[in-house]
T-cell receptor, first 114, second 109 residues
Framework: DTGVSQNPRHKITKRGQNVTFRCDPI?????LYWYRQTLGQGPEFLTY????????KSRLLSDRFSAERPKGSFSTLEIQRTEQGDSAMYLC????????????FGSGTRLTVV | GIQVEQSPPDLILQEGANSTLRCNFS?????LQWFHQNPWGQLINLFY???GTKQNGRLSATTVATERYSLLYISSSQTTDSGVYFC???????????FGKGTRLSVIA
């Protein structure tokens, strides 16, 4: 297994445009998490899935954000009508649901809104 | 929600020195993990350690859950240890991790 894969690595978009990011978790991991990280801060939780079910969403996830995990495999995070404040690193992680809950993170997608 | 405090916020070490990073948390946890974020932004899981002590090479970690703290020890530091070390906790295995603000470590040759 090659770990958690995120695409694209970098995205520059104009304010008001929509963007979509993709995350492919480790295949035997049922849980998938999205976090956002800004400069000098720790990652902040956005949402997570167990299989295809979205179990929790943070208050950070405004109605411009939507995430899906069809068929419980890869996940997408879409941001509509991007704003400059959305500029950040978007991180995806996956984990098992029992035993060792250790998270494995992808390399992230860096979004810049101009 | 649960609060996570890490100290020190910044640390500069000479290569070969040892260091201890601390993580305090405000509530009982049964999921605690330490991560290293390298200068390219990749987060690497170092330890899953809700309690007890673990060692992996030059790194070791101890969590005293009853006293709500965890320590990460780095011995014989190398320049490749530079980066930000994060502690993250959760009340259960079914809730997402909450991260601290990290300790930025710089190891100089």
């Amino acid at each position: 297994d090659t770990g958690v894969s995120q695409n694209p690595r970098h995205k520059i978009t104009k304010r008001g445009q929509n963007v979509t990011f993709r995350c492919d978790p480790i295949s035997e991991h049922n849980r998938l998490y999205w976090y956002r990280q800004t400069l000098g801060q720790g990652p902040e939780f956005l949402t997570y899935f167990q299989n295809e079910a979205q179990l929790e969403k943070s208050r950070l996830l405004s109605d411009r954000f939507s995430a899906e995990r069809p068929k419980g495999s890869f996940s997408t995070l879409e941001i509509q009508r991007t704003e400059q404040g959305d500029s950040a690193m978007y991180l995806c992680a996956s984990s098992k649901t029992a035993g060792n809950y250790g998270y494995t993170f992808g390399s992230g997608t860096r979004l810049t809104v101009v | 929600g649960i609060q996570v405090e890490q100290s020190p916020p910044d640390l500069i070490l000479q290569e070969g020195a040892n260091s201890t990073l601390r993580c305090n948390f405000s509530d009982s946890v049964n999921n605690l993990q330490w991560f290293h974020q390298n200068p390219w932004g990749q987060l690497i899981n170092l330890f899953y350690i809700p309690s007890g002590t673990k060692q992996n090479g030059r790194l070791s970690a101890t969590t005293v859950a009853t006293e709500r703290y965890s320590l990460l020890y780095i011995s014989s530091s190398q320049t490749t240890d530079s980066g930000v070390y994060f502690c993250a906790v959760a009340n259960s295995g079914n809730t997402p991790l909450v991260f601290g603000k990290g300790t930025r470590l710089s190891v100089i040759a």
